[in-house]
């Protein structure tokens, strides 16, 4: 084994580069070849609704309101607080080399920080990664450890809209972790006319986006099939030095009508990339070399770039049937799979520089560790629901398969990453059934209640020949059960003024085995919630209170990039939140939003780790003809890096900025040309915005700064 994972380890970086380029642009000819013209095309570029998916910026509504040019509103008829951001906002203010963290960065009570892998940290209303959802077209997303990957998922000019409930919704709300929220992802639609689109994007860091997309539009011989394919190709040099990345998507969606009502939606999205492995710098060495170092140019040292290297690999598919049979009766199906494969992510064992070379081979030799992984997910969500005459009753079901594998080797870095021992090997299992049962009732024209149960039942599986926590062989299965309740209401003021409120019972499975004699209970919440939303042509207006009991919170601390979970007893989180935007005229709106939130242990009465005590985002936006403007402002409170408020944090905010300039048919054969610039953390902060861990070795803390003043711009060609 340690001769095979000798030879895994010495991919080269120049082989990884040229393995992606070949592959994009394999992807990008084989496309160009395959979309036929299709009789009867225009040059429109409005999109359908269909199977979840929304309209694009185009065919939204009128330009000079509030509730368009809001980058977040709260529908009428939620029964959670919600935050809707539309692909109107996306396509103006998103770099096209961001990721969906970035879109969400701007709702209330959401804290997105840098991370040295290609996922960022996200928080909201204190709760980590893993502790809440994150769905792409209805589908939950997770691994093993019930984290999701915010970089390597989508990329953003694929995406429809993206919603931020803070809420653990209704009874058909499934997923892991519904008590702390969900990110809602939904797919754009394809166009129904033919187009190309080509897109090409440069900024600082030698920051590089190449992309080719095809449209089919309508296509008569097929009962009005639609599907559009979408590569695209980025790099970058990265803030920090020596952290650069690569990364090549391929996105394809089809919607095939089978008849006047049922269609069919098939759904594939891969996507691979290479990167530099950062795990944070050290006070010493940010107060030594800047707030932008990352990774050393010497072979000598444990934080060498050569050294410290990852590459991922993801897939997503489904296939959908939404159909509805008349009578009231509606079925939604989608069967999907998703996998996630990491065959490498090696590391020095401790990059903050406080722990001397040395292996068995050489005494002056660097040491290291690899930690590969892979899991693949088998599922299907299925919903039946029947309308009645005075509302409607929905039964569900979210099933789950998620086999996988992990392990941990220890490396002689110098001699070609050499295998010296194994730290941990594991053969994991994660299966889920949430089958549930919801009912809509109309007690007055406008009072809609909503109350359901939902089962969820989770075993986890370990077959391990090695566990990081004793050291020795484990194998063994656990399996938990609970019914969780949910009652909600929304009662409709005025035709653009609802309230309402929620309560609701969430549930949550360890996240990794922990070790023998931990409390491995699983983690129970109550939810309390109410609010309410205002909608006008001059102004949004949308506010709410919360307060959640939380039991059995299962924290974790991470050394050597390994996370250590332990038992955290109870916490009680709270806040109050508040979004709106104000329509001043002449192509001008006002934005902002805010939340006071707090996250205590119930039994030290001291802050969780990474829940910061308030959010702030405020900004100016103007759309008049073909230009679009925004200033955005986001501001986040102090918190603590770790649990018994150890690391505390500052308060950080960033401004930025967006131009985008879009002209119609400027030529005969040209559909649209659309040019964007925009200036990230215009004040060129580089404080520190967050705690990454301890390092291997020496245990030291590390830290992540804020990128500092960055330009981007982009070209987009659709003919």
Avoid: C
Avoid at 184 to 206: D, E, H, I, R, V
Avoid at 436 to 442: G, M, P, R, S, T
């Amino acid at each position: 084994m340690g001769r095979q994972k000798g030879r895994q380890m010495r991919v080269s970086n120049t082989a990884d580069r040229r393995r992606i380029k070949r592959r994009f642009i394999d992807a990008a000819l084989w496309l160009a070849a395959s979309v036929p013209p299709v009789a009867g095309a225009t040059d429109a570029h409005a999109q359908t609704t269909d199977l979840g998916t929304v309209q694009t910026s185009d065919n939204a509504g009128d330009v000079n309101s509030a509730v368009y040019q809001a980058p977040t509103t709260t529908p009428l008829t939620v029964t959670q607080p919600t935050s809707v951001i539309d692909k109107h906002y996306i396509e103006n203010n998103i770099p096209q080399t961001a990721n969906f963290d970035k879109i969400i960065s701007v709702a209330p009570s959401v804290m997105v920080q840098p991370s040295g892998s290609t996922d960022a940290k996200i928080s909201i209303r204190g709760f980590q990664n893993g502790q809440f959802n994150v769905t792409l077209d209805g589908i939950p997303l997770r691994s093993f450890n019930l984290s999701q990957h915010s970089g390597l998922i989508i990329m953003t000019n694929d995406l429809g809209q993206v919603t931020v409930d803070r809420g653990p919704g209704t009874a058909s709300t499934v997923g892991d972790a519904t008590f702390g929220g969900t990110v809602a992802l939904q797919t754009k639609s394809p166009m129904p006319t033919w187009a190309t689109t080509a897109t090409t994007s440069y900024g600082s860091f030698n920051t590089q986006l190449h992309g080719l997309q095809f449209d089919s539009g309508l296509i008569k011989g097929a009962n009005g099939a639609s599907f559009f394919v979408d590569t695209q190709y980025t790099k970058s040099d990265g803030y920090s030095t020596k952290v650069a990345s690569e990364r090549e998507s391929v996105a394809l969606k089809l919607q095939q009508p089978l008849s006047d009502n049922t269609t069919l939606t098939f759904v594939s999205i891969s996507n691979n990339a290479v990167r530099n492995l950062f795990q944070g710098a050290s006070l010493a060495q940010i107060a030594a070399y800047g707030p932008n170092y990352g990774l050393s140019s010497s072979p000598n040292s444990q934080g060498y770039a050569g050294y410290n290297r990852e590459s991922w690999k993801t897939d997503f598919e489904y296939l959908g049937l939404k159909s509805d049979y008349g009578d009231g009766w509606h079925l939604e199906n989608k069967l999907y799979t998703s996998g996630f494969d990491t065959p490498r992510q090696d590391a020095g064992l401790d990059v903050s520089g406080n722990t001397r070379n040395g292996t068995i081979f050489g005494a002056t030799n660097v040491p290291g560790q690899a930690a590969p992984g892979s899991y693949r997910s088998y599922g299907d969500v299925i919903a039946l629901t029947k309308d009645l005459p005075d509302g409607a009753v929905k039964v569900g079901t979210w099933a789950d398969h998620l086999p996988g594998h992990r392990a941990g080797f220890n490396l002689d870095m110098t001699l070609a990453e050499k295998y010296i021992s194994t730290k941990y090997t594991q053969g994991v299992t994660l299966d889920t059934v949430q089958p549930y049962v919801e009912a809509d009732w109309k007690a007055l024209p406008d009072l809609t209640i909503t109350t359901g149960a939902k089962y969820a039942y989770v075993t986890r599986s370990y077959n391990s020949l090695i566990d990081p926590n004793t050291g020795k062989p484990l194998d063994y299965a656990l399996t938990w059960a609970k019914v969780l309740p949910s009652l909600a209401a929304n009662y409709k003021l005025s035709s653009n003024w609802s309230v309402y409120a929620q309560a609701a019972e969430g549930f949550l499975t360890p996240p990794q085995i922990v070790p023998n004699g931990s409390n491995i209970q699983p983690q129970t919440t109550w939810n309390y919630q109410a609010g309410t939303s205002y909608q006008s042509k001059d102004f949004t207006l949308a506010g709410d209170v919360y307060y959640i009991d939380f039991q059995n919170m299962i924290g974790s601390r991470t050394i050597g990039g390994l996370a250590n979970y332990f038992n955290a007893g109870g916490a009680i989180y709270k806040g109050i939140e508040i979004e709106g935007t104000v329509h001043v005229g002449n192509g001008f709106s006002i934005f902002g939003n805010g939340s006071l939130n707090s996250a205590k242990s119930t039994q030290t009465g001291q802050w969780i780790a990474e829940a910061p005590n308030a959010t702030l985002a405020a900004g100016l936006i103007y759309q008049e003809g073909n230009w679009y403007a925004s200033l955005t402002d986001k501001w986040v409170g102090s918190r603590f890096g770790d649990v018994g408020q150890k690391q505390p944090l500052s308060p950080f905010n960033q401004l930025d900025m967006a131009i985008t300039y879009k002209v119609k048919n400027p030529l005969p054969n040209l559909v649209a040309v659309t040019a964007k610039f925009g200036i990230s953390n215009i004040l060129d902060s580089r404080a520190i915005a967050d705690f990454a861990g301890y390092s291997g070795g020496s245990g030291t803390p590390l830290f992540f700064t804020q990128i500092g003043r960055n330009i981007y711009s982009s070209l987009t060609v659709q003919f």
